[in-house]
């Protein structure tokens, strides 16, 4: 089955931490930049990271020193680490494989302050 699942998301204090997960089944997992995106209620859906087949990665500033992403090709798994969570950082998260078109169904995130 072609699918990613998003896992991890949660409720959090305001400078907790997450581990969201990004598990990839019936494409290509090593040849595809994945990336992470949210969207908050309210507003439009925003890129948050990405991380390319070989490696380099690429942070929204408002994430950057906060959210490592990472990849274990082993596992077609694809992680964000999420520390000094914001209450602004409160939105549904999921992950997308642009080469095959394909989005997650979300996990929720939510901060409170």
């Known amino acids: 089955q072609v699918q990613l699942v998003e896992t991890g998301g949660g409720l959090v204090q305001a400078g907790g931490s997450l581990r969201l997960s990004c598990a990839a089944s019936?494409?290509?997992?090593?040849?595809?930049?994945i990336g992470w995106h949210r969207q908050a209620p309210g507003k439009q859906r925003e890129l948050v990271a990405t991380?390319?087949?070989?490696?380099?990665?690429t942070y929204a500033d408002s994430v950057k020193g906060r959210f490592t992403i990472s990849r274990d090709d082993a596992k077609n798994t694809v992680y964000l680490q999420m520390n000094s969570l914001k209450p602004e950082d409160t939105a549904v998260y999921y992950c997308y494989a642009p080469l095959s078109n394909l989005w997650g169904q979300g996990t929720q995130v939510t901060v409170s302050s």
């Open positions: 991380i390319s087949m070989f490696g380099s990665t």
């Open positions: 019936g494409i290509a997992f090593r040849f595809n930049t």
